[in-house]
Every structure is written in structure tokens, then in C-alpha cells.
């Protein structure tokens, strides 16, 4: 059964930083890819960034520039490091992975930009 606890969600004011962690309870090389997505209530749940294998990186355009997605191989860890946070990356923010045909999902960390 695979396992991924995520963590690092919490308040920050617009124009701050947040560093969520995604932690696998496997060797995350056992997945073609793993990414981040939010909901935002009311709305469906969209991506944010992936990076797949092969370390190849995909963002959302709301996210380019503003967002990494990075590995920490030796911890079995994706972190998304957030900077220029906006009120509108409010949201709950889940980090999955991919194997084959098969999705696994976080239970979500959430993150709230106000002042």
C-alpha cells in the first residue's frame, strides 16, 4: 500500500514562501511521476507541477516562475517550494504518484495566502 504524507501547508501573507514535502512510504524512483495539485473550494482540482522519472519538470502556468517541484531522493521526498504567494494559491494542496495505470493520492496539506 503505498503512503504519501505531505506536510509544510499553513498561513502565509501575499509575497511569502511555503516549502511543502511529500513524503513516500517507497523508493520514489518506483513511480513514473509524482506532482502537486490544489483545490481551491468550489473548484475542481488542478495541477500545479510534476516531474517525472527522468527528472523532466511540468508546471502549471499559474505556477512557472514562482514555483520548483524538487526530489530528495535519499528521504523519498517531492517538495514544492512555493515563493510570491498570491490569495489565489489558496487551497488544499495533494501530492500524488503515478505507477503504470495507477494513481496514489495524499491526504492534502492546506495552505492559505491572506493578510
Known amino acids: 500500500q503505498v503512503q504519501l504524507l505531505e506536510s509544510g501547508g499553513g498561513l502565509v501573507q501575499p509575497g511569502g514562501s511555503l516549502t511543502l514535502s511529500c513524503a513516500a512510504s517507497?523508493?520514489?524512483?518506483?513511480?513514473?511521476?509524482m506532482g502537486w495539485y490544489r483545490q481551491a473550494p468550489g473548484r475542481q482540482r488542478e495541477l500545479v507541477a510534476t516531474?517525472?522519472?527522468?527528472?523532466?519538470?511540468n508546471y502549471a502556468d499559474s505556477a512557472k516562475g514562482r514555483f520548483t517541484i524538487s526530489r530528495e531522493n535519499a528521504k523519498n521526498t517531492v517538495h514544492l517550494q512555493m515563493n510570491s504567494l498570491k490569495p489565489e494559491d489558496t487551497g488544499v494542496y495533494y501530492c500524488k504518484a503515478r505507477r503504470g495505470f495507477s494513481d496514489y493520492w495524499g491526504q492534502g496539506t492546506q495552505v492559505t495566502v491572506s493578510s
Open positions: 516531474i517525472n522519472v527522468g527528472g523532466r519538470v
Open positions: 517507497e523508493n520514489i524512483f518506483n513511480f513514473n511521476a
